[in-house]
């Protein structure tokens, strides 16, 4: 299926791995020029090389999106993208009781208040061209909360709430918003996460990643290349009429019937 995005540009933020890597690599297969960023340099060059090599077209940008000056740049590279997929670092787990100003500020800068700014910077002229496509990259904890991802949960809650209304409000432009909610994805952050659970739990790391993939009822963990796709389809011409949903994408983890 030509998806109808041969020529269309696209910010990819938080993009030389995992999600937002598979996101742009799905999306430049389809025609589309990417802007990718990231804080390392190196990784985001060999995802840029990888891009080139598959014949698709790419810029990158070292900067830290959770900041001002990292959005500034961003935008200055990519000022007006057809397409918008936000993407940053999850937050840490841990107890609520040890959180205090400090990291729910952090948390709602990097998983909600940077989205909101990038938006705010990009709809007017997606709006005027009458073609724009914003995809949040949140999480499966927006509907199924996780215990120790408070932050998270609260954070990308927050996005969720905002974008529901904003979607409503652009729809009539030719404009959609929506929300992809990973569950487990084979990646550095799940890694992470799996250690640090392992290392508390003074168990084996293979055992507890193990534990947790067949804990899924695919057995397995998703893969970048899967989320990408389904980016690729939500920023797609024939997508126009989905907008203020929220994808999940778990393997079928999430145990309710809608
Ligand atoms: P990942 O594999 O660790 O990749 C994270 C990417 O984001 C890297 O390219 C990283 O590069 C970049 N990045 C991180 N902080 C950044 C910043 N401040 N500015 C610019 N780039 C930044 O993580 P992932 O698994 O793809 O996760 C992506 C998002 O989905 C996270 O918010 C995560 O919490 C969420 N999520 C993931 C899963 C999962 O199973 N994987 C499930 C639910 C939610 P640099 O470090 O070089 O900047």
């Known amino acids: 299926m030509d998806l109808g ?3 269309k540009t696209a910010l990819v933020c938080a993009a030389s791995k995992g999600l937002g890597k598979g996101c742009a690599v799905s999306l430049a297969r389809e025609g589309v020029e990417v802007t990718i960023l990231a804080r390392g340099v190196e990784a985001l060059e060999a995802t ?26 961003a935008l ?7 397409i918008l997929v936000t993407n940053a670092g999850g937050p ?29 910077a990009t709809i007017d002229p997606m709006i005027q061209r009458r073609f724009g496509r914003i995809i949040n990259i949140t999480s499966g904890a927006v509907k199924m909360p996780i215990d120790v991802l408070g932050l998270s949960n609260g954070a990308r809650t927050g996005l969720t709430g905002f974008c529901a209304g904003l979607a409503r409000q652009v729809a009539q432009h030719g404009v959609t918003i929506n929300g992809l909610l990973p569950g487990p994805f084979a990646t550095d952050r799940l890694r992470t996460n799996t250690k640090l659970a ?6 084996d790391f293979d055992d507890v990643w193990n534990q947790r993939m067949m ?19 939500l920023a797609s011409a024939q997508a126009g009429f989905i907008t203020g949903q929220n994808l999940l994408m778990d393997g079928g983890h999430y145990p309710g019937t809608l």
């Open 48 to 73: 840029a090389a990888e891009i080139r090599a598959a014949g698709g077209t790419v810029t990158t940008l070292a900067c830290d999106i959770t900041t001002p000056e990292g959005r500034e740049k």
């Open 198 to 203: 392992a290392d508390k739990s003074g168990k």
């Open 92 to 120: 840490p787990p841990g107890d609520f009781r040890q959180w205090g100003e400090a990291e729910w500020l952090s948390a709602l800068k990097a998983n909600m208040l940077t989205p909101i700014e990038l938006i705010k």
């Open 215 to 233: 804990q899924n009822p695919s057995r397995r963990f998703g893969t970048i290349e899967e989320f990408g796709d389904a980016c690729a389809f």
């Open 5 to 7: 995005l041969k020529g």
């Open 76 to 82: 200055a590279a990519c000022p007006a993208p057809d």
